[in-house]
């Protein structure tokens, strides 16, 4: 791998980052109005529920790491799409590129631009809310690190969806961290969910994430156990996401379909 | 002594479902050399370049640029490639510097910013430096499309109808420097184009493709004559409509 063709494909998310509001827009307006309704609803309930339980912790910090990975996901797919909009498939595979080379340059890009989001919603949190993700303690940084891992993962699944069936399944790729969220407990824990739901759940490395930071809330402290699995799993993920994605690039150059690509119209 | 070719395509074959598309091709492109691609609609000719460009892998054949195979050395043959096509312009949503930039550095090229400014005088692209693609008028995207395809100075490069969005003008221009460029240097060119006087004018030999088969070679100045054509238009045409006559006159 040659770090100046990463660098390059890191480059051109920024160029046109830097090029055009409504890109720089989309970094922060989904996450905005998510901090701001489900802090609202943590008030409520804290209102309601008097002073025995904070719902700001579980309910408002929860939102936050899981709107992180969505936003990790996000990061990937959308440089990935911005070469499918400008049908630009035949001028980056035709080129010595190599495809770990692209895809570690979309993980550059997820970094800024999920960082910048976690950022926003850090100070938006803080400013409404007077919420502190710090108030999980420094242990949240590594189940961070497990999100950021699974947000890659499903990010590098969405590309090879779009690679895979074409544009048009684009919207494939946009629910899918609303699909998964029943299945990690974002807001519950998993003893709620049916034991088949719960199965798919620990499969899962979300749900380390949030099962050890409610234990934490909880006053358990850091739960080294559920950081392993979650890592373990989230790593794992991602191996396994990069070979699908391996599958459908060659599948594509074996039937063209990365040369139909340029040719084709694709709206 | 004869040079190594920058291309070689041996046996090269793909076919997509019943359809063949490209039936056993062989030929080579040596050092100053221009090999003109010519064939109908469908004779296989961008397939042919999207195997060389390593986007579609064959079914058989194997090509190697520069002694190298691109089945197994695909980024080492093509960091000394470079292309342009009429269907493959640069992302509308960036500035020319930009989109230069971007692939001068996925090619790796050394002291990318002077080569820049140095493509972009040679494609009188610099009044548009920081405008971007998008909205540029076609014939001027094609240029810069072409400056990106000189921009690592490649020792093959591959044309699908560079000039079919151009004037005449910019059209003759864009010839006299591709011409120069690769008599000048030691690279290597692969052209394709319908535009039959262009190539007689700028290539060096013609390889005729018809139904994924090489049916004709030679030198597009003489060719014609030993078909009993009065051009390489007249040839065209020939081997478009009764592909079968020329094919017996051949063996």
Redesign the interface.
């Known amino acids: 791998m040659?770090p100046?063709?990463i660098?390059?494909i890191f480059?051109?998310q920024l160029?046109?980052i830097r090029?055009?509001f409504v890109r720089f827009f989309r970094l922060f307006i989904w996450i905005t109005a998510d901090i701001l309704l489900w802090g609202f609803v943590s008030n409520y309930l804290n209102a309601a529920a008097g002073a025995r339980f904070s719902f700001l912790a579980v309910f408002l910090g929860a939102m936050l790491l899981w709107s992180f990975l969505t936003q990790v996901m996000q990061g990937v797919t959308m440089a990935f799409f911005?070469?499918v909009y400008?049908?630009?498939?035949?001028?980056?595979?035709?080129?010595?590129?190599?495809v770990s080379e692209y895809m570690v340059g979309f993980m550059l890009t997820s970094i800024m631009t999920s960082g910048f989001s976690l950022v926003v919603m850090l100070f938006l949190a803080g400013i409404f809310f007077g919420f502190s993700i710090l108030a999980y303690g420094l242990s949240f940084i590594p189940f961070l690190m497990i999100l950021f891992l699974s947000g890659i993962a499903l990010g590098i699944v969405g590309v090879s969806i779009v690679l895979r069936f074409g544009p048009p399944a684009e919207w494939f790729v946009w629910p899918i961290p609303a699909i998964l969220s029943p299945f990690v407990g974002v807001l519950y824990p998993l003893s709620v969910l049916p034991h088949w739901m719960q199965f798919i759940g620990r499969l899962l490395p979300p749900s380390y994430v949030f099962e050890g930071v409610r234990a934490i809330v909880a006053g358990g402290g850091f739960s080294s156990g559920a950081f392993v699995v979650g890592l373990f799993l989230s790593l794992f993920y991602i191996a396994l996401a990069y070979g699908i994605f391996l599958l459908v690039y060659?599948k594509a150059?074996?039937?063209?379909l990365?040369?139909r690509y340029?040719?084709e119209t694709l709206t | 002594m004869q040079k190594n070719p920058v291309l070689e395509v041996t046996d090269l074959k793909k076919s997509?479902g019943e359809t063949v598309a490209v039936n056993g091709v062989s030929f080579s492109v040596r050092p100053n050399e221009i090999v003109g691609l010519l064939g109908p609609n469908g004779a296989g000719k961008?397939?042919t370049i999207?195997m060389i460009?390593?986007?579609?892998?064959p079914d058989g054949g194997r090509i190697k640029i520069e002694g190298k195979d691109i089945a197994q050395k695909?980024?080492?043959a093509?960091?000394r490639t470079n292309?342009a096509?009429v269907?493959?312009?640069?992302?509308?949503?960036?500035t020319v510097f930009?989109n230069l930039?971007?692939?001068g550095?996925?090619?790796?090229v050394p002291d990318v910013r002077a080569r820049i400014e140095t493509v972009m005088r040679e494609f009188e692209l610099a009044p548009f430096r920081d405008v971007?693609c998008g909205v540029l008028s076609s014939g001027e995207q094609t240029k810069v499309s072409l400056a990106?395809a000189m921009l690592n100075n490649p020792r093959l490069l591959l044309l699908d109808e560079p000039t079919a969005s151009l004037d005449p003008s910019v059209a003759e221009i864009a010839r006299r420097k591709i011409k120069r460029f690769a008599h000048a240097g030691t690279a290597g060119v692969l052209w394709t184009s319908h535009n039959m006087h262009e190539v007689t004018d700028v290539c060096d030999r013609v390889l005729f493709l018809s139904r994924g088969k090489i049916l004709l070679e030679g030198d597009p100045r003489t060719l014609p004559r030993k078909h009993h054509k009065k051009d390489l238009e007249e040839l065209f045409i020939a081997v478009a409509r009764e592909p079968l006559s020329l094919e017996t006159v051949r063996s």
């Open positions: 040659k100046v063709r660098y390059a480059l051109r160029y046109l090029s055009n911005e070469d400008a049908r630009n498939f035949l001028n980056i595979f035709g080129s010595p590129l190599l060659r150059v074996r039937t063209g990365i040369a340029s040719a | 997509y961008t397939t999207n460009l390593g986007v579609l892998r695909r980024s080492e093509l960091e292309f096509a269907y493959a312009q640069l992302p509308g949503n960036m930009q930039y971007i692939f550095l996925i090619y790796a971007k990106k």
